[in-house]
């Protein structure tokens, strides 16, 4: 499957506390996305880092990338309660039109 | 900025009928998505237009879903017949550009086949 996978599955976590999630992948990219997935808002999207960017951030959002290794991770500095939601990694296929793969998603559940 | 629109919200039929979502992107997005996400994975690509042109629809199962993008705007994505398996989210998407853009999601629709 070229389905991205995360890690962990699930994470729970205390308010204030920071959050991280990994997305493997295995083919060349473009780009890669981060998207949250709740049931209030739907899939929105957090942020876009290209194949030649080694790091971004957004707000209390840092994403890295590392090409070299498949590999991508976000972090989320003093978590909210609001933060609990399903979080997707998307890549854009190197040689494919804007066409994205979501990973498995993370769940995370931040406790007050 | 209105965002995706997509009717009905949800939808429960029987296998073997049949069934049609429909999308609204927003306006001036060329690139429309539909994506399936079965509960507890992540959205999968079916289909991708561009302008009322279909870009990529490879893992569309074409012996039973088919799309249109009529006049390169709303679309319809149809089912027929359905399967206990299509059971699923169907969620619509768009994006102004088709390399390197974020997608905008609409609410999507909550089909449940018995």
């Known amino acids: 499957s070229q389905q991205g996978e995360e890690d962990p599955q699930a994470l729970s976590i205390q308010e204030g506390e920071n959050a991280t999630m990994n997305c493997s992948y295995k083919t060349s990219i473009n780009n890669l996305q981060w998207y949250r997935q709740n049931s209030g808002r739907g899939l929105v999207h957090l942020i876009l880092?290209?194949?030649?960017?080694r790091e971004k951030h957004s707000g209390r959002l840092r994403v890295t990338l590392d090409t070299s290794k498949k590999s991508s991770s976000l972090l989320i500095t003093a978590s909210r309660a609001a933060d609990t939601a399903s979080y997707f990694c998307a890549y854009d296929r190197a040689g494919t039109a804007s066409k994205l793969t979501f990973g498995t998603g993370t769940r995370l559940q931040v406790t007050l | 900025e209105a965002g995706v629109a997509q009717s009905p919200r949800y939808k429960i039929i029987e296998k073997r009928q049949s069934v049609a979502f429909w999308c609204n992107p927003i306006s001036g997005h060329a690139t429309l998505y539909w994506y399936q996400q079965i509960l507890g994975q992540g959205p999968k690509l079916l289909i991708q237009?561009?302008?009322?042109?279909?870009?990529?629809d490879s893992q569309l199962p074409k012996d039973r879903f088919s799309a249109e993008r009529l006049k390169g705007v709303d679309s319809t994505l149809k089912i027929q017949p359905a399967k206990l398996e299509d059971s699923a989210v169907y969620l619509c998407a768009s994006s102004a550009g088709l390399a390197g853009v974020e997608q905008y999601f609409g609410p999507g629709t909550r089909l449940t086949v018995t």
């Open positions: 237009f561009q302008n009322n042109g279909v870009v990529d």
């Open positions: 880092i290209r194949s030649n960017e």
